[in-house]
Structure formats: C-alpha cells, structure tokens
C-alpha cells in the first residue's frame, strides 16, 4: 500500500487547511483496518491525531483537536481527508498518513502500523 499525503502549508492562527491521503496498492486489493493522520513536532513525539477504522468508522480524535479536526473517508476513491479548523500555533507539525493493516497499531503513537505517507507540513503562524 502506498499513500500520498497533501495539503499542508503556512496558515494564521485561526484558520482552516484540509489534508488529503490518497491510499493505493499495486494489486488493487486495497485492505486496511484502520487509517488516519499523525503528526510530529519539532523535540515532541509522534501522537495520533485522528484515527478511523474503516470497517465501522469509529473514529479516535487527539483531545487537544475534538471539534476542531475532522477525519473523513472516501473509499470509492480510497482517500481520507482530516479538514482542520480553528488552527493554533501548536498544531504546528510534520503531518502523516498512515495505514493499520491488520488491526494491531497504536492509535496514540502510531506503533505497529504498517504503512506510512511521506509528511507534510503545516505551520500555523502569524
């Protein structure tokens, strides 16, 4: 599975930006548990910051981000969307995509998942 992540950027505080995760697998038999974004800061650790798990939708959310960030999935066109709202500067980080494939990855740090985006950044700065 590969997974192409985009839409980050340099914002004010107070704004919106709407990522994107395009999800795609060389044998079109594309099967995951559970997919959603995480994010990493400079000097912090990798925490999960949205998480869903395909078969049901049931959805984690970073404490810090409930009601502000919501993850969404398209699965005819295997892409999941995480729209940002009300940024503040310390949401400021690397974003990435990523993919549980069987059901045994850390929705809090991102452990044991199995596939992973390139990141993008985004900075929210006046």
């Known amino acids: 599975v590969q997974l192409q992540a985009s839409g980050g950027g340099l914002v004010p505080p107070g704004d919106s930006l709407t990522l994107s995760c395009v999800a795609s697998?060389?044998?079109?038999?594309?099967?995951?548990?559970?997919i959603g974004w995480f994010r990493q800061a400079p000097g912090k650790k990798r925490e999960g910051v949205a998480i869903?798990?395909?078969?049901?939708?049931?959805?984690y959310y970073l404490e810090s981000v409930k009601g502000r960030f919501t993850i969404s999935m398209d699965n005819a066109k295997n892409t999941v969307n995480l729209q940002m709202n009300s940024l503040k500067p310390e949401d400021t980080a690397v974003y990435y995509c990523?993919?549980?494939?069987?059901?045994?990855?850390?929705?809090?740090?991102?452990?044991?998942?199995?596939?992973w985006g390139q990141g993008t950044l985004v900075t929210v700065s006046s």
């Open positions: 990523a993919a549980d494939r069987i059901g045994r990855g850390n929705w809090i740090s991102g452990s044991e998942f199995d596939y």
């Open positions: 697998d060389s044998d079109r038999t594309l099967n995951y548990y559970a």
């Open positions: 869903m798990r395909k078969w049901d939708g049931h959805t």
